[in-house]
């Protein structure tokens, strides 16, 4: 049974899906629904003295972050074109299969150290590296301060480190 903001979310889910769409969530609405069930699932928010007004602010901000992410994103594959002199191509095919197979090695021993520093820090380094969101709004999702985002990402960047130090003298 959902209590506190969870049964508030669930009771004014359609009016937030409307909201997301009308904002211009499209096909994407029902993942942010889905985002804000887990975010509001994952912390322990405590009471909140507008929850209708704190929800609308909340689907508005995951909106906001996901069309910040897909902005990043398109504009590195449009640089990324025009520095292949416009033409796309997937970059794997003209490497071959065995320096392919020589890094997906690398990239699965990446991975697997940044999963030995634990579930926050691996997803704090996705979060603002790879998908390109800012530390504040990752903190924000989190329900940590900016302070811990900052030391995980040190902690990913030295274990990183350490690693591409230890295939160089490979």
Known sequence: MATGLSAIFMANRPALLRFVRARGAGDDAEDLMQ????????KDLGPVSDPLP???????????DRYRSSSRRERREQDWAEGAGGVMSDPSEDIAIDERMILNQKLDQARAVLRDLGPRVELVFRRFRIEGV??????????????????????????????KQKMDTE
């Open 35 to 42: 985002d804000m069930w887990m975010k509001l699932e994952a």
């Open 54 to 64: 704190y929800l609308y602010r909340m689907a508005n901000n995951l909106m906001l």
């Open 134 to 163: 800012g530390q504040r709004v990752v903190a924000e999702e989190l329900g940590v301060s900016l302070t811990t985002v900052e030391k995980d990402l040190q902690k990913a960047y030295r274990a990183m480190l350490s690693l």
